[in-house]
């Protein structure tokens, strides 16, 4: 067997051990004579694995104790309608910032279900700009009297990230989409009155999206939405109204322990602040052949764009990169372009692998 290197936005890699754990356990996790797809959510050995995960996921984010952990379905698209409907209370506003697709998109969604009941306004965009840069405090016009202020701190198409450091000043709760980067680096949650990171990205398979948010700001959805749909019921219920996405949840918790083993979240960002250097620096060192348009302060860590000087390369590049192993570099389609993910999971060796493969090309086609 031959693992590609896989810079795919998402679904994407996943740490090479924790695959070899679950193939492992896949038949009979821990002596329970079933595997953990075949096993009731209320036994007790699921109700292990849940409760290992989020108590994991707290010690690796440092989640203070007035914070909920939701393992929700529906992916952060579903967030983008669901935070409204809890957050949002009818004849209030909510402020949006926007950097980049995703931040977009959660504001046409909070738009669409809030019509006719709250305002969802567009507080400062980067879209002129052709989203190459996050937002400056003078493009920023918050209401200090918003619900709460939507960003997303990693945008996954346009390559921008924004870390907790260099968060606006709101004045208002903040709420995150942090999908492509959490786990990525250490976080303040505390900066935060809601992170929401949809898994396949930087935490497992697809079919979970975590939800951290905190106490005071439950039990304010509107009347009507669904059960399922109200964060305090999930919360009351440990997010077992109904069946959770259990294997989802599993995989989750094995990425948890494999982040602990490498000594948590502050020297996990080492590594993926080094990854990320040696990336730039084959585009950036390239004289032009390829190209990054991000600011660099606003640069991402984990989804690196770039184009070729002669588009008509991009062909090649592919052909030539996926022969020799390196898989899923083409860009999204809205940018154009490649694009390489370099998530946690994906190790050093793989970004080595693809800066040679890209100094190589250049030298052949300069
Ligand atoms: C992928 C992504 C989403 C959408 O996630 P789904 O789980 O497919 O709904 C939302 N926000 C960001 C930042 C993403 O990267």
């Known amino acids: 067997m031959t693992r590609i290197w896989n810079f795919s936005a998402g679904p994407a890699v996943l740490p090479a051990e924790v695959l070899e754990q679950v193939k492992d356990e896949m038949l009979d996790w821990h002596g329970a004579g079933c595997g953990v797809m075949e096993m009731s959510h209320r036994g007790k050995e699921f109700t292990s694995i849940i409760e290992t995960a989020e108590s994991d996921l707290r010690a ?3 989640i203070p104790a007035n914070y909920k952990v939701l393992f929700l379905q529906g ?3 579903q967030q983008f309608a669901q935070l409204p409907m809890n957050l949002l209370p009818a004849g209030g506003s909510a402020d949006y910032l926007v950097t980049g697709s995703w931040s977009k998109k959660a504001l046409k969604e909070a738009q669409h279900v809030a ?3 709250a305002s969802v306004r567009n507080a400062g965009s980067t879209e002129a700009a052709g989203f190459t840069r996050n937002l400056d405090a003078g493009e920023i016009s918050i209401d200090a009297n918003a619900a709460y202020v939507h960003l997303c701190t990693n945008e996954t198409i346009h390559g921008l990230e924004l870390d907790c450091s ?7 709760p903040l709420v995150a989409d942090m999908s492509s980067h959490i786990l990525s680096r250490p976080v303040d949650v505390s900066k935060y009155a809601m992170i929401y990171a949809g898994a396949q990205k930087n935490v497992g398979p697809s079919g979970v999206t975590l939800v951290i948010v905190r106490e005071d700001l ?7 939405i669904p059960s399922i749909m109200d964060y305090a019921v999930m919360a009351e219920n440990g997010s077992m109204l109904n069946t959770p996405p259990t294997f989802a949840i599993y995989v989750a918790g094995l990425v948890f322990q494999w982040l602990k083993r490498q000594g948590g979240l502050a020297e996990v960002e080492k590594i993926n602040r080094h990854k990320a250097e040696l990336l730039y620096a084959c585009i950036d060192e390239s004289e032009g052949f390829y190209r990054n348009p991000v600011r660099i302060a606003d640069r991402s860590r984990m989804n690196v764009p770039f184009t070729l000087l002669r588009p008509e390369l991009d062909a090649a590049f592919l052909a030539e990169s996926k022969a020799a192993g390196l898989a899923s570099l083409k860009g999204h389609k809205s940018v154009g ?3 390489a993910s370099i998530y946690n999971a994906m190790p050093t060796d793989g970004v080595r692998t693809l800066v040679e493969f890209m100094n190589d090309f250049r030298k052949r086609n300069a």
């Open 115 to 117: 019509a006719g009941i």
């Open 60 to 62: 690796l984010l440092g």
């Open 337 to 339: 372009g490649m694009r």
């Open 75 to 77: 992916g952060a698209t």
């Open 166 to 172: 260099r968060l606006p000043q709101a004045g208002a």
């Open 218 to 224: 439950l039990g304010k959805a509107w009347k009507t």
